[in-house]
């Protein structure tokens, strides 16, 4: 408790720190199947990114992967086509440059990567914390709603701004705001605790500021949290 209160405090944070680079071995990674996997190449001038997930690997030879879809439909991926392969598993990001060996639709559409030689790796010392922009409504405890907004995204926390005279510290809140993730919308609902806030200065129109702990939510609703928290963090670390 004393963790997750401290990163609910520290929920205004706007950054995440890091360690320096290292590389291990793919197999050094131990990833379970059906990891999250962000898939990033060229296409003319512009750069694409899509997601997939870690069917299996041979050491030496190949790490297969399922195809990217868009819509519903599958990305087409060319063969010797160089592929950036990105993913958060644990408190680290893993990074890697491969190629497509072999891409098919039998049974079901999967791709062959090229294994890689090493893998680049950082730390994340902290508990993932992304900013995002998502409009929510909260309750507090007479069961008045509130709109707010969610200025950055944890799996332990969030920062809330509100109206300057709708919360406390030590307020009980419920939250609810919608995530789209890779096209499908969610709606989350999240019940926490105030643990920290900044107040607006008097006459000012800008909103308090809170961290608030969460406290309660559903197992679904905590895997799309994460989702989006890995998903953001990918893109932020593009330079790994």
Known sequence: MQQAESDAVNAAATTTPRTREAEVRFEEIRLPVGESLQLQWLAGEQSIRHYSRLIGYVKGQSVLVTAPTVNGKVVLMREGQAVLVRLFSGKSIYAFSTSVLKATNVPYPYVHLMYPPHVKTQVVRR??????????????????????????????????????????????????????????????????????????????????????????????????????????????????
């Open 127 to 240: 508990a993932p914390r992304v900013d995002v922009q998502l409009i929510a409504t909260m309750r507090d405890a007479s069961d008045a709603e509130h709109a707010a907004t969610i200025a950055n995204l944890s799996r332990g926390g969030c920062l809330l701004k509100v109206k300057r005279e709708s919360v406390a510290i030590g307020d009980r809140v419920r939250l609810a705001f919608k995530v789209v993730m890779e096209d499908i919308e969610h709606l989350v609902r999240a019940a926490g605790v105030v643990r920290s806030v900044v107040a607006a200065a008097p006459g000012s129109d800008e909103p308090t500021q809170a961290g608030v702990e969460f406290e309660e939510m559903s197992g679904q609703d905590k895997l799309v949290i994460t989702a989006l928290v890995y998903q953001r963090l990918l893109d932020e670390h593009c330079e790994l």
